[in-house]
């Protein structure tokens, strides 16, 4: 009898047919690359980015004025009334007109506030009007104009300090930084986990498979994410964390087929036994654990935000194709190569055929203290998780800003030098009013008691400025504010501005729709939403997860243990990440400035990222302790047999995340540093704490409860994980070896 199920039957068809199955993946691959490149990918635009009330403002500005990007020119180094500065800036406004993209040219001698009061510094500033959304240039290319006419008057005068910055040149030298990093990191991550690999298997070949399906799936889920975006427009990071994310799972599917594959050569099976076992269990285990990551990036959908909407596209785009990779073309390639992928092995490193069924010493010496005092390996590895979580109940999330960029780039340490010299500049809450015509007097009369109003306020620190659209139907009134835009005073005063002073004035006419935006504003209704939406997508992922486990599993206490265990890694991870980043331990090590919070998108996404993973780890350690449960063995032998079996693998799958995930900790940006670090630190956390101690010790406590199903469940399909009898006889005409069987113990019934 031939195993069942769709990953055995992939793997049977693939074995059968393997010119098929390696060329229609390259097919794929390539199609997928070349219809990929027709396409530029489209970015999320700035209003899209945002949510809420502060979404809605910014959508109504940018229709409302002509989009343009002002940029600022600092000159510092000498008294900017003096002939020789007067002379440079005339020098920069000719070259600057050259380019014949800067517009509204304003001198210091223009505006006289652009003149420093420490009278060592001045300002010109220019704008560059944003191109259709439609044409081949953005305002990032067109800056570069004006830029290189700034460098060379700066080269001819190195006297004197001139540097620029602005929306454009940050956003475009920030492009190319991050471009460089995640350049760097592809160079790096590559060789450090071929090295693992080699490390984990013995062997050149046997290592480079899982690499190469990795590989080819995340080119391919990236080429596809270009035409995607054509219809849903993607975050600028949806790249990396496909990336993060596809060589993370690619890696993790095949080495677990590979590694099953090895084990049943060992036990005698011939070739086409072998992958025929590795089909029907890690095969199986890989669709199971693919479905789960799946599904638990999905919850980001219900998240509310564009940008989780894109990473969740990303990611299940990726995950989808590592799957479909593993179950049909490994298969071939495996059979294919048979007893050659062990070529190329590394001297001074145990023969693969030696390694395959061989005990890991140093876990099995753990397992084994695990399993003979389980309740006080149990509570200490939960003191541990505990302890780890707690900073994690003040975390507070910030919508990255200009703070939390890099200060190597030019256009930074230009922004932190006029900083210095215009000291005093203010946090703007803007007021957008859309009129929906309403008569332009009373309009205007309401703005006079807004101003009233905020004369009386105690929240303002400066004259508000109003800006008009052509048609009159448009009004943004920037207020500036008290605070840095993140602390308590500026929260307090944009719920002022919001549910007092707006209300009472200019929310009085009739028709007119006021909505506010501005940095504080973003950050407030983003924390409102993940307020509003975590809930949800807790709920979405968690009963998605319980569900695939009950049906896989027949028991409804794994589900509900691993979900809790899952919760644990994932709180302890965020403890450690308020520990490191929010409170500022460790700056000096990972190179970076505490912004006294988190990334605001990073809690989520980590959760999800993190359950995802956590469960991929889950399902492959279950499924060969109910293998061996089926065989007959007692709860606390089966624990320790699937746990063994798997530790050498899950070691090394867990080794190649973290390293990967280090590599992104090294990034320039604050946001990248974060989560490569919390996912780097939870997938360690779950390796070792949960997988190597709490998962064991609370399965041998529960004993045979932990295959409890109430009654009325037992209409659930069943799943068997013991493969060894459905096996087809061995076709080279050996003897199939005969797997030691018992009748499986009844599970407590209710």
Excluded at 2 to 24: D, N, Q, T, Y
Excluded at 61 to 89: H, N, Q, W
Excluded at 396 to 421: A, F, N, S, W
Excluded at 445 to 472: I, Q, W, Y
Aim: glycine letters at 8%; a negative charge; hydrophobic letters at 50%.
């Amino acid at each position: 009898m031939e195993p069942r199920g769709i990953a055995a039957r992939a793997g049977r068809w693939s074995a059968r047919h393997r010119r098929k199955a390696v060329l229609g993946w390259l097919a794929f691959v390539i199609l997928a690359v070349v219809i990929g490149g027709q396409f530029t990918t489209e970015s999320l635009t700035d209003e899209e980015y945002g949510v809420g009330e502060s979404q809605r403002a910014d959508k109504a500005y940018a229709e409302a004025f002509a989009d343009t990007a002002k940029e600022t020119v600092l000159i510092e180094g000498a008294d900017p009334r003096s002939p020789e500065v007067r002379a440079v800036v005339g020098e920069l406004v000719a070259e600057l007109e050259e380019t014949g993209v800067a517009e509204n040219i304003v001198t210091p001698y223009d505006d006289p506030n652009q003149i420093a009061q420490d009278g060592r510094a001045a300002l010109l500033t220019y704008e560059i009007a944003a191109p259709p959304r439609d044409a081949d240039e953005t305002v990032e290319d067109l800056v570069s104009k004006p830029e290189a006419a700034i460098e060379s008057v700066a080269a001819a005068h190195p006297d004197l300090g001139i540097g620029y910055f602005g929306d454009a040149s940050a956003s475009k030298a920030l492009g190319e930084s991050f471009q460089e990093d995640f350049r760097q990191a592809e160079v790096t991550s590559v060789p450090i986990t071929l090295i693992i690999l080699i490390l984990a298997f013995g062997a050149l070949l046997a290592a480079v498979v899982p690499l190469i399906l990795a590989a080819t799936a995340v080119a391919a889920a990236i080429a596809l994410l270009g035409p995607i975006s054509q219809i849903f427009p993607v975050d600028d990071a949806v790249g990396s964390v496909v990336l993060l994310i596809g060589l993370a799972v690619g890696v993790d599917y095949a080495m677990f087929y590979l590694r099953r594959e090895r084990e049943e050569r060992a036990r005698g099976r011939s070739k086409e036994a072998a992958l025929a076992a590795a089909a029907a269990t890690s095969g199986r285990a890989v669709l199971v654990s693919g479905i789960t990551v799946a599904v638990a990036m999905a919850g980001m959908y219900f998240a509310g935000a564009a940008t989780f909407t894109s990473f969740a596209t990303g990611t299940i785009l990726v995950v989808a194709i590592a799957v479909v990779g593993s179950l049909t073309v490994l298969p071939a390639v495996l059979s294919a190569l048979g007893d050659r992928v062990n070529k190329g092995r590394v001297p001074f490193l145990t023969p693969p055929e030696e390694r395959a069924g061989r005990e890991p010493r140093i876990w099995s010496a753990v397992l084994d203290r695990v399993l003979r005092r389980p309740w006080l390996a149990g509570g200490a590895a939960l003191a541990v998780l505990v302890a780890l979580a707690i900073p994690a109940l003040h975390l507070k999330m910030q919508v990255p800003g200009i703070e939390t960029l890099p200060r190597d780039l030019e256009v930074m340490q230009t922004y932190d030098r006029i900083q210095e010299h215009f000291p005093g500049e203010q946090i703007a809450a803007v007021a957008v009013i859309e009129t929906n015509g309403a008569p332009k007097d009373e309009v205007e009369a309401a703005l006079a008691e807004f101003d009233r109003a905020l004369a009386e306020s105690d929240f303002v620190v400066g004259p508000r400025s109003v800006e008009e659209s052509p048609d009159g139907s448009v009004y943004a009134v920037a207020v500036p504010i008290v605070g840095d835009g993140m602390d308590d005073a500026s929260y307090a005063a944009l719920a002022s501005l919001r549910g007092e002073v707006i209300p009472e004035t200019i929310g009085q006419v009739e028709g007119a729709e006021v909505n506010v935006t501005g940095f504080t504003a973003g950050s407030e209704d983003f924390n409102q939403l993940m307020e509003d939406r975590v809930p949800v997508v807790f709920a979405v992922v968690l009963g998605a997860a319980f569900l695939l486990l009950l049906v896989t599993f027949r028991s409804i206490v794994i589900p509900i243990k691993a979900i809790l265990l899952n919760l644990l890694s994932v709180g302890a991870a965020y403890g450690a990440l308020v520990w490191i980043f929010q409170d500022g331990h460790l700056e000096s090590l990972l190179g970076f400035e505490s912004t006294g919070a988190i990334t605001s998108w990073l809690p989520l996404f980590l959760f999800v990222i993190l359950f995802g993973l956590s469960m991929d780890y889950h399902v492959f350690i279950l499924s060969r302790i109910r293998e061996a449960y089926d065989r007959g063995l007692s709860v606390g032998d089966a624990v320790g047999a699937g746990i063994k079996g798997t530790a050498s693998v899950i070691s090394a799958a867990a080794i190649v995340m973290v390293a990967v995930f280090a590599i992104f900790a090294t990034l320039s940006a604050i946001e990248f540093k974060q989560a490569g670090v919390g996912l780097g630190l939870a997938i360690l956390i779950d390796a070792t704490i949960i997988r190597a101690v709490l998962l064991p010790a609370t399965m041998k406590l529960l004993g045979k409860w932990n295959w409890y199903l109430p009654s009325w469940l037992e209409w659930l399909p069943r799943s068997r994980f013991e493969f060894h009898g459905e096996l087809p006889p061995d076709p080279e005409g050996g003897e199939e070896p005969e797997a030691p069987r018992a009748p499986a113990p009844e599970p407590a019934r209710a």
